[in-house]
């Protein structure tokens, strides 16, 4: 079955992760179809919104941790960094629907996001930390940007979750709605974007990204210098293979 679901219609590209059954976590060759989408929505004229979303009951368990093992990205052009460059760049408006968990890259992709509906089931982490890495897709700016510190301490060093009320609070969410909705509001609120006049569209979200894009795509280099490496060194390894092994990783000698 296909674990990227393509859907344009009406202006608006609509990309569905379709992996429930290992909780839409993400692969390499999904990464390079969403990338891929990414690149060709950008291009084409008549796609004038995207929407990301997950399923009702799970956005996205973040990079697939066998993947991690077993293939780990290696250079700046792996399927995984030209996502993380698709989504921080992309001109158009990009929406997501949001329920149930959303860890790793299922939260750090949000903060490229420019509305973002979620499910009031939807709970954000970026564990990166307990799995002996560091932050990516920019979230190491941009978190603390937008939450603050201290609560970015608490997200990124201890790895904590927070819910749906704290990310509308900080606004990395615009609306909370029940989980069964989530998907059909942002449709709704895409398509009203896709009514409008896309050179203003463009210009508004390039206006308002302005002051960090340098910074980001800076910010994205530097930490997927460290993830790269990190992701070979023993506590990475540890984490990867007692997920796998489905026990407590034991980082007493890492
Ligand atoms: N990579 C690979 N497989 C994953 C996965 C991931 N990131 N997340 C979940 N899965 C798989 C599980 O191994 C399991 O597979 P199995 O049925 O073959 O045993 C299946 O998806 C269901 O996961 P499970 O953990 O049983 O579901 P749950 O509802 O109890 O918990 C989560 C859901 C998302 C909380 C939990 O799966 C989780 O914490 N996943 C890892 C998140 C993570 O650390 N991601 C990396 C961030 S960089």
Sequence with gaps: MNEILIDTSAGVMTITLNRVEKKNSITSAMYAAMADALAQAQAD???????????????????DIGDFLTAPPSTPDA?????MR??????????????????GIGTTLLFHCDLVYAGDNAAFSMPFVN?????????????????GYGRAAEALLLGEPFMAEAALEMGLISRIVPPAEAAALA????????????SALIETKRLMKKGQASLVAERIGEEGASFGRMLHEPAAREAFTAFMEKRKPDFSKV
């Design 131 to 147: 799995l002996g890495l560091c932050p990516e897709a920019a979230s190491s700016y941009l978190a603390p940007q937008l939450m």
């Design 187 to 198: 449709q709704r609120q895409a398509q009203k974007l896709a009514a409008k006049p896309i």
């Design 86 to 103: 698709g989504i921080s760049t992309f001109p158009k408006p990009l929406l997501a629907a949001v329920c149930g968990p959303a860890v």
């Design 45 to 63: 004229d008549d796609v004038r919104a995207v929407v990301l979303q997950g399923h009702e009951t799970i956005f996205s368990a973040g990079n």
């Design 79 to 83: 399927p995984v960094f030209r996502f």
